[in-house]
């Protein structure tokens, strides 16, 4: 008799998400119901899961061992390329960023899953729209490799829901912040990056210029987010590619004020790079009201608490 115990596995476990997402399903469910997994070694001060398997997710026995050896219930598949990144190796991005997906999609529909969460993005916006108050259903014409990749995610998701009736849910989300885990190769990350050069140097110079605005969200919600619509009977939702979240939108010049206020001799400089292309092609703000009507979505952190949260915790990290 299978255990009605959700034993949940994560993907990218040691990645930006993983790494606070793992701990956060650790606190809920128990060290023994989660597995986390990566490329990387374990780094036991990186995560409090009960397990750890070193996995290629693009290795599909391998992952099918794990998923029966644990018995695993549900998946946070969080393993992917980011926006940077994914722009200089696409054939990798779409392997990385569409495959497992499938892989994880088709083992639910055979029935070795009950339930997955797989991440999309505001990058799936691109050109032809408003920027601003971007809503739930518009047209999605992206113009990165990982914006396409995540368009195309979604509607596997919603293929496999409307198909074979697999719960698989998503949410699009915005720039992530938080100073646990560095990110890697996104073109939000200006706005972790502020942050440590803040603290270490004094200083920064934004490969965004200074009046792109981009939607943010502070890490603490994007879990508490991720978490929520995880938790809603999947009778109230009505979207099955992903949700909108929207969170806080600012431009890096809005971002270095909020720094000064704390840190007054603060200065920085604007040097784009090609990830400003990027931004550019992403909506400003999003209409993430669809999500708050099915399952609740709300928001504690604002650009204010943001920056005294991640100046207070990184003075302390960056000081050892
Ligand atoms: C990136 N942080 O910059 C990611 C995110 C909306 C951007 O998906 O690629």
Not at 142 to 149: D, E, K, L, N, Q
Not at 218 to 242: C, F, G, Q, W
Request: net charge negative.
């Amino acid at each position: 008799m299978k255990s009605q115990t959700e034993k949940i596995l994560i993907t990218g476990a040691l990645g930006q998400i993983g790494t606070e997402l793992t701990n956060r399903l650790v606190e809920i469910h128990g060290a023994e119901n989660v597995v986390a997994s990566g490329l990387d070694r374990w780094d036991k001060n990186l995560t409090t899961a009960g397990f750890y398997e070193r996995m290629d997710v693009t290795n599909t026995q391998l992952v099918r061992q794990v998923i029966k050896d644990y018995e695993i219930t549900t998946v946070y598949h969080l393993a992917s390329l980011l926006s940077g990144t994914s722009e200089k190796q696409p054939l990798f991005a779409w392997k990385l960023n569409i495959e497992p997906l499938l892989q994880f999609c088709e083992m639910a529909k055979e029935g070795l899953l009950q339930k997955i969460f797989w991440p999309s993005s505001i990058a799936v916006f691109g050109t032809g729209i408003p920027k601003e108050n971007v809503g739930q259903e518009v047209v999605l014409n992206p113009t990165t490799v990982y914006g396409i990749s995540k368009m195309a995610g979604e509607k596997w998701c919603e293929y496999y829901h409307t198909k074979f009736g697999v719960d698989v849910r998503s949410i699009r989300y915005p720039g992530l912040i938080s100073w646990k885990t560095p990110a890697g190769g996104g073109t939000t990350d200006y706005a972790v990056e502020i942050f440590y050069e803040a603290v270490e140097e004094g200083k920064y110079t934004s490969f965004i210029s200074e009046n792109t605005g981009m939607p943010m969200l502070y890490m603490n919600d994007a879990i508490k987010a991720t978490l929520d619509l995880m938790a809603a009977p999947k009778e109230n939702l009505t979207v099955h590619t992903a949700y909108n979240l929207g969170g806080m939108s600012f431009t890096p010049k809005q971002l270095a004020e909020e720094i000064k206020k704390e840190m007054p001799d603060f200065t920085i400089d604007y040097k784009p790079d090609f990830r400003q292309e990027i931004a550019d092609s992403w909506p400003a703000s999003i209409d993430d009201s669809v999500a708050k009507k099915d399952w609740g979505l709300s928001y504690d952190y604002g650009i204010t608490e943001m920056t005294e949260d991640m100046l207070k915790n990184l003075k302390i990290k960056l000081a050892k």
